[in-house]
């Protein structure tokens, strides 16, 4: 294999190499440089234009050494340089057909780099090659930028268009392909994942089927990340594999919290039945986020929680993209069995007017809702079940608490109205008239 260097030095090569553990010792990397004496002013050209002398030179170079050592790889970089040394795009898209035809003729591979550090948008060599790949760098008002690759053109072969997002990593690149889910879709009966709550299932017609995706939603300190720690501990005491994802938690505090929920989730995540990644919105680009997710699934997760999307908003470069990702994300971990839970944080305490920063609703398959609301100077808890398209539930509002003692879900909130909104009326003392006797 031979290395063409036409910008930076063999030691400026070697020492990137190093930097990823690479070994070098079976590549010639030959030198086209230009000679420090272009810096004598004697040197500099006076009747002739540089490209007119330095374009040819620099061919012929490329060429000799190509004869003389006839490799089956090589490696131009860069075309940026070529492309300044011609004087016109005509002379430039003659010089590359030509090289083309040249390797072609000799059986070799050549991989052509291309900075784009020359002038205008360079479309003559697109045409020519048979593959093209661009590397793309965005920077985010906050974190870190995001990479991107696309696959430009690839005669004769089909390949999967679209950006996809990369890392730069010891060893070289790390490339986390655009998800498709459609390319893998699969019929199969699927059971359900019981919470071991038996109020708790029953509110949910059984349990949650496997395959689908359910989103608890609530404002701050409901108890949704608790209630998705206690699927994670019911599928993990019965052997099954799970993966928590976590944005805005640290993975001590959850487990910390469990702890004193009286759940098993330390000792399953001591013996590796359970996987816990916290995760950084600004270091972790869309692509990353979901071959993570996706290798947690088909490592045999079957119960995957998220917590929270509005975390993997911030993630993103541009939210309107956000329901496609989760759209293909659910879609195949649905057709993968995995009982995939969504917790969606919500802004606002009490009352109906409270939103959420990104809506999941019609990506989800169920939809569990949590509320505060105030009765008899305390401010309590409840739990609905708002939608399910599996099967049949309960459309009752039941009262919900956590203590020492674990979740706790409790019995129908009967006689009340407007529990919804946060400040509920018990119909049983105004039906009361001039009655003061109080129902408890």
């Given amino acids: 294999m031979v290395y063409i260097t036409l910008a930076e030095t063999a030691a400026e090569l070697e020492g990137v190499a190093l930097s990823h553990g690479w070994s070098i010792s079976g590549i010639h990397i030959h030198e086209v440089l230009p000679s420090e004496n272009l810096l004598h002013p004697e040197a500099q050209y006076t009747m ?21 050592l006839k490799p089956s790889r090589v490696v131009i970089d860069s075309l940026s340089e070529l492309q300044l040394l011609a004087d016109s795009p005509l002379r430039y898209r003659r010089q590359v057909l030509a090289l083309k035809q040249f390797f072609a003729s000799r059986s070799c591979t050549v991989m052509l780099l291309d900075d784009r550090t020359a002038a205008g948008v360079d479309l003559q060599v697109r045409s020519i090659a048979h593959g093209v790949l661009t590397l793309e760098q965005s920077v985010k008002a906050y974190g870190t ?13 089909a390949f999967r268009g679209g950006m996809h997002d990369y890392d730069i990593v010891y060893g070289g690149l790390r490339v986390y392909p655009r998800l498709v889910a459609a390319e893998s879709r699969v019929l199969a009966k699927r059971s359900q994942l019981r919470s071991d709550l038996p109020a708790l299932d029953a509110l949910l017609g059984g349990g949650l089927e496997e395959g689908t995706s359910t989103l608890l939603a609530g404002p701050p300190g409901t108890g949704k990340s608790s209630l998705a720690s206690q699927f994670v501990a019911a599928a993990s005491s019965r052997g099954q594999p799970t993966a928590m994802f976590l944005f805005e938690e640290a993975a001590n505090n959850l487990l910390n919290r469990a ?21 950084d919105p600004a270091e972790l680009s869309p692509g990353e986020f979901a071959s993570a997710v996706c290798k947690a699934a088909d490592g045999g997760a079957r119960v995957i929680v998220i917590d929270s999307i509005n975390g993997y908003l911030n993630a993103m470069p541009d939210e309107r993209f956000l329901a496609t990702h989760l759209h293909e994300l659910l879609t195949y971990l649905g057709q993968r069995g995995v009982v995939t839970i969504l917790v969606a944080v919500q802004q606002g305490m009490m009352g109906a007017q409270m939103t959420s920063s990104v809506d999941a609703s019609y990506l989800a398959d169920n939809i569990v ?24 539930h309960e459309r009752t509002i039941r009262q919900f608490s956590m203590s020492d003692r674990g979740i706790e879900v409790g ?14 009326v018990y119909l049983a003392e105004t039906s009361a008239a001039g009655d003061d006797a109080r129902v408890h």
């Fill in 411 to 424: 019995e129908t909130l009967r006689g009340f109205r407007g529990i919804l909104t946060g400040v509920p």
């Fill in 145 to 157: 930028e995001r990479r991107q690759v696309r696959v430009v053109k690839y005669r004769g072969r």
């Fill in 369 to 392: 809702m949590l509320r505060y609301f105030e009765y008899d100077g305390e401010v309590k808890q409840a739990i609905s079940v708002f939608k399910k398209r599996s099967g049949r």
């Fill in 259 to 279: 702890d004193g929920l009286g759940m098993n989730v330390r000792r399953h995540f001591e013996s590796g039945l359970l996987t816990i990644q916290q995760v």
């Fill in 48 to 68: 002739f234009h540089p490209s007119e002398v330095e374009m040819g030179t620099t061919t012929q170079l490329i060429l000799s050494v190509i004869e003389k």
